[in-house]
C-alpha cells in the first residue's frame, strides 16, 4: 500500500472530529515554531495532496493529533524522502567512523575488510539480537539495588 499523508490526515481529523480551523489553532498552540505561518490555504493543500509537510512536521502532527507514533512510523515509506546532502554527509561520516572503529579493535593486521551497516529491526528481531545484553544490565540493576540497600541499613 502506498502512503499518502493527505489520506492519514484526513482519516484522523474525522477520527478525532477535528475541524481545519480546530486543527490550525491546535498545531500553532502544540509547537508554534513549527507551525506559526501555518493557514487555512496551506492546510488544504495538505488535505488535498498538493503540497506535503516535512516528514518532521509530519511527526508533529501525529503527536498533537494524539496517534499511535509507532503504527505512523510503520506505515511511512522513508524511501520517497528526500534527504539533504547535510544528512547525507553525517551519516557517511558516522559510518565511516564506525568501520575505523573496527580496525582500530583488531590486534592482527587487517586482513579482512570489515564494514557496517545501519539496520532498523522491528522489537521482537531486536530482543532477539540483544536480549542477552538487556538480561545482564537487569541483573546489574538488582545487584546495584541490593548492594544500594545494605548500605543504607
Same mark, same amino acid.
Given at each position: 500500500? /502506498?502512503?499518502?499523508? $493527505?489520506?492519514?490526515? =484526513?482519516?484522523?481529523?474525522?477520527?478525532?472530529? !477535528?475541524? *481545519?480551523? +480546530?486543527?490550525?489553532?491546535?498545531?500553532?498552540?502544540?509547537?508554534?515554531?513549527?507551525?506559526?505561518?501555518?493557514?487555512?490555504?496551506?492546510?488544504? *493543500?495538505?488535505?488535498?495532496? =498538493?503540497?506535503?509537510? &516535512?516528514?518532521?512536521?509530519?511527526?508533529? +502532527?501525529?503527536?498533537?493529533?494524539? !496517534? /499511535?507514533?509507532?503504527?505512523? #512510523?510503520?506505515?511511512? /515509506?522513508? &524511501?520517497?524522502?528526500?534527504?539533504?546532502?547535510?544528512?547525507?554527509?553525517?551519516?557517511? $561520516?558516522? +559510518?565511516?567512523?564506525? /568501520?575505523?572503529?573496527?580496525? &582500530?579493535?583488531? @590486534?592482527?593486521?587487517?586482513? $579482512?575488510?570489515?564494514?557496517?551497516?545501519?539496520?532498523?529491526?522491528?522489537?521482537?528481531?531486536?530482543?532477539?539480537?540483544?536480549?542477552?545484553?538487556? %538480561?545482564?544490565? %537487569?541483573? @546489574?540493576?538488582?545487584?546495584? *539495588?541490593? @548492594? #544500594?540497600?545494605?548500605?543504607?541499613?
Amino acid at each position: 500500500m /502506498d502512503y499518502k499523508f $493527505n489520506e492519514e490526515l =484526513k482519516s484522523w481529523s474525522i477520527e478525532k472530529n !477535528i475541524s *481545519r480551523n +480546530i486543527l490550525i489553532s491546535k498545531l500553532q498552540l502544540f509547537s508554534y515554531e513549527e507551525f506559526e505561518g501555518l493557514d487555512s490555504i496551506t492546510l488544504s *493543500r495538505w488535505f488535498t495532496g =498538493k503540497t506535503t509537510p &516535512s516528514l518532521y512536521k509530519q511527526f508533529l +502532527i501525529a503527536i498533537c493529533m494524539e !496517534i /499511535d507514533i509507532v503504527e505512523f #512510523i510503520l506505515k511511512i /515509506d522513508t &524511501s520517497k524522502f528526500k534527504s539533504s546532502s547535510k544528512d547525507l554527509k553525517v551519516v557517511s $561520516n558516522f +559510518i565511516r567512523i564506525l /568501520d575505523y572503529g573496527l580496525h &582500530s579493535l583488531s @590486534y592482527k593486521p587487517g586482513i $579482512n575488510k570489515f564494514s557496517s551497516k545501519i539496520e532498523f529491526d522491528d522489537r521482537v528481531t531486536h530482543i532477539d539480537k540483544f536480549g542477552f545484553f538487556i %538480561v545482564i544490565l %537487569v541483573l @546489574y540493576l538488582i545487584i546495584l *539495588r541490593i @548492594y #544500594i540497600l545494605k548500605i543504607e541499613m
